[in-house]
C-alpha cells in the first residue's frame, strides 16, 4: 500500500513536471542564457557565436549561484550594465512560476493536489527574486529567492561588543555582518541623499557611545550645517566639534598634534601601537560631506589653501592614525572626482556606499560600478572591504532612539574663549561689520 501511494506521488510528479516544461517553463540557468542573447551579451564573429558558458551551478539554502566563463571580447561591467535586465527576466511573470522537483515532492498526497497546486502558484506569483553579480575570473550570479528586507530595525541588531559596529542585514543567512574598527580602522561612506548615509553616521555615534561610552572620543565635523551632529555636540566624549571649514581646519590641526604626541610617547616605551602600550581611548574623526573641504571648489586662494591644510591633515590623520588610535569616516552625498583625498581613499580597505546617480559617482566611493543600480530603497547599500563586497540593508535608528541614548551623556560645556572669538569674526565677516567687539567669554550653550 505504501509503495503504491509513493509510487503514484512519484509517477504523478514527472507527469507534472513534464507538463510544466512542454509549458515553456524553463530553468533559471535556461533563463539566463536567454537573457544573455537577448540583452546583446553573446559575442559574434564572422559565423560563431560565442556565449557564456555555464561552469558550476551551486545550490544554496538561499537561492543558486552560477558561475560562467564569459567570451572574450566582453568585460563584467557589460553584464553589470544588464542587472536589471536580469533580474526583471527571472521574474517574468510567465516565466517565474516554475516548479521544481523540491516542490513537486512537496505536495501533500493526503491533501486534495488542486488546492494544494493553487497555493503553491500564489507564493510562485508573489515571490520576487534579486540578483547579485560579482566576477573573480568567473561571472558569479547569484540568484535569491527572497528579496533582502526593505527595513532593519537598529533594536533588533545584536551587539557584537569590542570595537564592531553593525553594517547591516545580508541575504546569505538573514545574518547581520559587523564592520571591526580594530581590524579595519578607516572608513569611506557615500551615497545620494535620503538614501541612509546619514542615518548610518548617526548609527555609528550612538552604537559606539552604547558599547563604549568610557572609551571612545569623538571629532565631529558637520559640514552641512550643523544638522546631522548637533544632537552630540554637548556629549562628554566629543573632543572637537566643527560647523566651518575654519573649524574644521582646527580641529584637525590640534588631532595631528595630538596624534604626534602619541606617537612619541608610544616611541619612547617601546611599543608599536596602542594595542600593545594597553590604550583603551579610541578617537572618531567623523566628517560629514567631506566634499566641503575640497580645495577645487575654493572661491578664493585663501580658502584653497585653508581646505589644502585640511586635506593634509586629514592624509596625516589616515596614513599615520590607524596604529595610535585615531579612526577616520569620511562621507559625502557628492562623490565627484577628488572629493575625497586620495590618501585618505587609499588607507581606507572598508567603503560603504548607497545608491548613486551615476557609475561615475559609484567608482569615486567604491573604484567600481554597481552603487548606481542598487533599488531604491533607504539604507540598501554596498560594502566592501580589500577581499570582500556584499550588499547590505543597514539598520535604521529612530530619532527618539538617538535621542534616548545621547542624554544621559550630555554636560554643560564652558565655552572656549578663541572659539567665541573665532564666532565673532565669522560674523563680521558675514555683515561687513568691523568693529572691535568687547572682549567676552560665554560659559553656558
Request: net charge positive; charged share 25%.
Amino acid at each position: 500500500m505504501l509503495l503504491e501511494i509513493v509510487s503514484s506521488a512519484l509517477f504523478g510528479g514527472v507527469a507534472l513536471y513534464a507538463h510544466l516544461r512542454q509549458s515553456g517553463v524553463s530553468n533559471d540557468s535556461e533563463k539566463l542564457n536567454k537573457i544573455f542573447s537577448l540583452t546583446g551579451l553573446n559575442v559574434r564573429d564572422k559565423d560563431k557565436t560565442y556565449t557564456a558558458q555555464l561552469v558550476k551551478k551551486v545550490n544554496h539554502s538561499w537561492g543558486t549561484e552560477y558561475r560562467y566563463r564569459i567570451p572574450l571580447g566582453r568585460s563584467f561591467e557589460d553584464y553589470q550594465a544588464k542587472l536589471n535586465h536580469i533580474q526583471d527576466g527571472l521574474n517574468n511573470r510567465k516565466t517565474a512560476m516554475q516548479f521544481t522537483w523540491a516542490d513537486i515532492m512537496a505536495l501533500d498526497r493526503a491533501r486534495p493536489l488542486i488546492p494544494q497546486i493553487k497555493e503553491l502558484l500564489q507564493k510562485k506569483k508573489s515571490a520576487q527574486k534579486e540578483v547579485e553579480l560579482s566576477y573573480d575570473g568567473l561571472l558569479k550570479v547569484k540568484v535569491y529567492n527572497r528579496p533582502l528586507p526593505a527595513l532593519v530595525r537598529y533594536e533588533d541588531v545584536p551587539a557584537p561588543g569590542g570595537w564592531s559596529v553593525p553594517v547591516g542585514q545580508i541575504r546569505e543567512g538573514n545574518t547581520i555582518i559587523q564592520h571591526d574598527f580594530e581590524q579595519i580602522p578607516h572608513i569611506v561612506v557615500g551615497g545620494a541623499t535620503r538614501y541612509g548615509k546619514s542615518n548610518f553616521l548617526n548609527l555609528v555615534i550612538t552604537y559606539l557611545l552604547q558599547q563604549q561610552a568610557g572609551n571612545v572620543r569623538f571629532t565631529l565635523i558637520d559640514l552641512k550645517g550643523g544638522v546631522e551632529f548637533s544632537e552630540y555636540r554637548n556629549i562628554r566624549q566629543v573632543a572637537h566639534y566643527a560647523e566651518e571649514p575654519e573649524e574644521a581646519e582646527k580641529a584637525l590641526q590640534e588631532l595631528v598634534e595630538d596624534m604626534r604626541g602619541k606617537q612619541s610617547a608610544l616611541k619612547q616605551n617601546g611599543v608599536r601601537n596602542v594595542q600593545e602600550a594597553g590604550d583603551s581611548i579610541r578617537h572618531f574623526i567623523i566628517i560629514d560631506e567631506v566634499g566641503e573641504l575640497n580645495p577645487d571648489e575654493a572661491v578664493t586662494k585663501e580658502e584653497r589653501a585653508l581646505k589644502e591644510r585640511c586635506q593634509t591633515y586629514m592624509s596625516q590623520i589616515a596614513r599615520l592614525g590607524a596604529g595610535l588610535g585615531y579612526r577616520l569616516i569620511l562621507a559625502t552625498q557628492y562623490p565627484t572626482g577628488d572629493v575625497i583625498p586620495r590618501a585618505c581613499k587609499q588607507n581606507s580597505d572598508a567603503k560603504l556606499c548607497f545608491r548613486v546617480q551615476t557609475a561615475t559617482a559609484s567608482r569615486v566611493v567604491l573604484d567600481e560600478t554597481g552603487a548606481e543600480l542598487l533599488p531604491e530603497i533607504r539604507g540598501r547599500a554596498i560594502f566592501q572591504t580589500a577581499d570582500k563586497r556584499q550588499i547590505v540593508q543597514t539598520p535604521f535608528i529612530e530619532p527618539q532612539t538617538i535621542r534616548q541614548i545621547v542624554k544621559p551623556h550630555i554636560v554643560i560645556k564652558a565655552r572656549k574663549e578663541h572659539d567665541y572669538a573665532d564666532r565673532n569674526s565669522k560674523a563680521d565677516r558675514a555683515t561687513g561689520a568691523n568693529t572691535p567687539q568687547p572682549r567676552q567669554i560665554r560659559f553656558f550653550e
